[in-house]
């Protein structure tokens, strides 16, 4: 594919339009428009509170008036200017704030529309800023990442994104980089000039120094993707163990029946909740007894399944029961899972349950009265950052980008030892890698794929 060069401070000769808020009712809507023609087209279809015809807009100021068709008032609005390139977009923009009625929106966008702009595609406003040198292109995937994050922890990862975190951790590799492609490539050019490089063993720790803070950034990919979707966590156990009523205390609604006839959960029970700041799909699931009942069968047929797909799996035991052929199936399962996490529930009662199991280290909890819910969240989210100034990788593109980086650098300094002509190319390769992140270097397949996530009007 065809490598671009991104074009810093160009803008489009159209001018755009969208409405940016959600569709639906609100109590407030807005129409962003972005683009040469701006100031044109609000002058003719705005006028101030009183009627005046508006002035010259003072970048910034908020002016409040009328949207008119021909002489009929459309709506009561506030409209702000913000000039190029003090702007989202770095083009001159102007903001309607109106009502959040759909058919007004409706309706002053189709003035807008009749007098000079056109509709926005998807993403556009945003794919405008990142053309014009206003952010790059892993910032851009960081507004996107913040308009779709599902919780608190999501937000946080997406706005660090956007802030430019991930951007100066990979400039700092850059430039490390640079130094070390100056000094392979002063003495290819100058091999008999008298002046000094820095020797191969500089080189190595610098190679190695980048390296490193590749491969960190690369096994940070697993918690990034947690953080940005969320994780689902099957709760597995034998029949009234107190799986739905730990789901319905998780999630603080009376989600799954919870009575004390053993099978009455027979299906999958999904529930979604916040736990520290992370989105959490928990799944009730059917007791792991035999029967010979086929709906009892099916349910178990059906947890098993939901065990494999889990990202945890929580083995839930009776503390209040001896220990039994049901619980061995349920360590069975555990085993199996790469995050496996098992708690003896109904530690508000005396204690009959001897553990069966020493490979694995229990915690105890009350469902009852929510003993131990603390730990058993920490425990959910074991290897996962959820605070911190540490940038994550939460997008495949950027994981792939940092193997090939890596890759390119592992390369380079093994070709050290044949010479620094072949260990330049490596760091050549890996320093093309990161122009790829920033979107300094980019083919239109990229662009298209990045900003077909958005929403029209951002």
Request: charged fraction near 30%.
């Amino acid at each position: 594919m065809e490598k671009l060069t991104n074009p810093k401070n160009t803008t489009s000769g159209d001018t755009i339009a969208a409405v940016a808020t959600p569709v639906g009712e609100g109590g407030l809507g807005v129409i962003r428009i972005s683009g040469p023609a701006s100031l044109v087209i609000i002058s003719k279809i705005f006028r101030l509170s009183r009627g005046e015809v508006l002035p010259e807009m003072t970048p910034r100021n908020v002016y409040f008036g009328k949207i008119f068709e021909d002489k009929e008032p459309v709506d009561e609005v506030c409209a702000v200017y913000f000039r190029a390139p003090q702007s989202y977009t770095a083009e001159d923009v102007v903001e309607i704030s109106c009502h959040g009625s759909p058919a007004v929106m409706r309706k002053i966008l189709k003035l807008v529309m009749a007098n000079g702009a056109r509709i926005a595609e998807p993403g556009e406003f945003t794919k405008r800023a990142f053309l014009n040198g206003r952010m790059d292109l892993s910032q851009a995937e960081g507004v996107v990442d913040l308009i779709k994050s599902v919780s608190e922890g999501a937000a946080r990862s997406a706005y660090r994104l956007m802030e430019g975190g991930l951007s100066a951790r990979i400039d700092s590799i850059r430039q490390k980089l640079v130094w070390t492609l100056s000094n392979l490539e002063a003495s290819i050019d100058f091999p008999d000039e008298d002046f000094q490089t820095a020797p191969d063993e500089h080189i190595v720790k610098t190679l190695e120094e980048c390296a490193a803070l590749a491969q960190r950034l690369i096994k940070s990919y697993d918690g990034g993707r947690f953080i940005t979707h969320g994780i689902n966590v099957a709760i597995i156990g034998k029949a009234n163990a107190g799986k739905s009523s730990l789901l319905n205390a998780l999630t603080e609604e009376e989600r799954s029946i919870v009575t004390h006839h053993p099978g009455t959960t027979r299906d999958l029970i999904r529930a979604e909740t916040e736990l520290s700041g992370m989105k959490v799909e928990l799944v009730d699931t059917a007791g792991l007894n035999p029967s010979p009942d086929e709906i009892e069968a099916e349910g178990i047929r059906r947890s098993l399944i939901a065990a494999r797909t889990a990202d945890v799996v929580l083995g839930l035991f009776d503390g209040s029961r001896p220990w039994d052929a049901s619980d061995d199936a349920v360590v069975e399962v555990l085993k199996k899972s790469a995050r496996p996490i098992a708690a003896v529930n109904k530690a508000d009662l005396p204690s009959v349950l001897t553990w069966g199991e020493p490979a694995i280290k229990p915690i105890y909890i009350s469902v009852r009265d929510r003993g131990g819910f603390k730990e058993l969240a920490e425990r959910f989210f074991d290897g996962i950052h959820l605070a911190g100034e540490e940038p994550v990788v939460t997008r495949l593109r950027h994981r792939e980008i940092f193997e090939r980086i890596l890759s390119d650098l592992t390369r380079a300094k093994e070709d050290l030892k044949s010479g620094r002509e072949l260990s330049a190319a490596g760091v050549w390769d890996a320093i093309e890698e990161i122009k790829r992140f920033t979107g300094e270097s980019y083919t239109e397949e990229v662009l298209d794929a990045v900003f077909a996530e958005f929403c029209v009007g951002k």
